[in-house]
């Protein structure tokens, strides 16, 4: 049995390691065969800063936003754009407009970086007074393989401390995100209006409280926007089909025996191992 370290690292330089122990699925096999790659390739890893609401929120919002608004800068600068600012104020406004209105097709690094920078503000915006540990975890030189289609009953829209999730691969939104952002410039895009339909070893590790009321919450929520955005037609799925993969998709589930409160401090992945049992 192979399992996954994820070494975390603390604003001294201390770290600590979290295992997680994959499900028996056939998603779970894919995921893995993903961090498999990784570690088997040697390939650096530079994406170690998606780290989140372990610390101080307001001052770690403050910090997402002015992050943001220097990569949008340095765009408006090299390709002559005019994107605007993130806000203190209206911003989950503000992000859905630039999300929208400027990332579309762009593969530039400085493009996507921004649409890394969006996705950090909104992970720290919208917790919502609860505790939200959350770490995102983006692999080089991924392949993404199409999800079996027995994975997509095992979609949830309850969060789980210490589950690790498979990240959504794809560029778009999937139902769950837009429901969240309340994002009503996507529907103008029909093809930003994505639900997962792949794996690869980009993934979401959910270190906060557990949430279960998101089920309710959330189902009627994002039903209601699909009915009232016609997106049976649109995608071209019923409301209830499986493949509108509504929430996560779990993949593993931690072993280490840690509390919340151990992760108090946080600031960015060190690196990834496995370990054979």
């Known amino acids: 049995m192979t399992n996954v370290i994820f070494t975390l690292a603390y604003k001294d330089g201390s770290v600590i390691d979290l295992e997680y122990k994959p499900f028996d699925t056939e998603h779970s096999k894919l995921w893995l065969q993903g961090i498999q790659d990784f570690c088997n390739g040697d390939f650096p890893l530079h994406d170690k800063n998606r780290v989140y609401n372990f610390g101080d929120r307001k001052e770690e919002l403050k910090i997402r936003i002015e992050k943001c608004n220097i990569t949008i800068k340095k765009i408006n600068q090299e390709f002559n754009e005019s994107i605007p600012e993130i806000g203190q104020t209206n911003t989950q406004k503000n992000l859905n407009f630039v999300h ?19 996705h950090s503000v909104e992970s720290v915006l919208d917790i919502k007074g609860k505790y939200r540990g959350q770490v995102f975890v983006g692999l080089p030189n991924q392949t993404t393989k199409p999800l079996p289609d027995e994975s997509y009953k095992y979609f949830t829209l309850r969060q789980k401390f210490g589950y690790c999730y498979a990240n959504y691969p794809h560029a778009g939104r999937h139902l769950y995100e837009i429901f969240c952002s309340k994002d009503t410039d996507v529907f103008d895009y029909n093809d930003h209006i994505l639900p997962q339909h792949g794996i690869c070893g980009n993934s979401y590790l959910y270190l906060g409280s557990s949430i279960l009321d998101l089920f309710f919450r959330g189902y009627w929520g994002i039903r209601k926007i699909f009915k009232e955005n016609n997106l049976e037609e649109r995608l071209a799925m019923k409301w209830g089909d499986p493949k509108l993969a509504l929430g996560w998709l779990p993949v593993a589930k931690l072993v280490t025996a840690i509390d919340k409160k151990d992760l108090f401090g946080i600031v960015k992945l060190h690196s990834i191992r496995l370990t054979i049992k």
Do not use: A, R, W
């Open 100 to 118: 929208t209105q400027f990332l579309e097709n762009k593969t530039h690094p400085l493009y996507v970086q921004l649409n890394l920078d969006i």
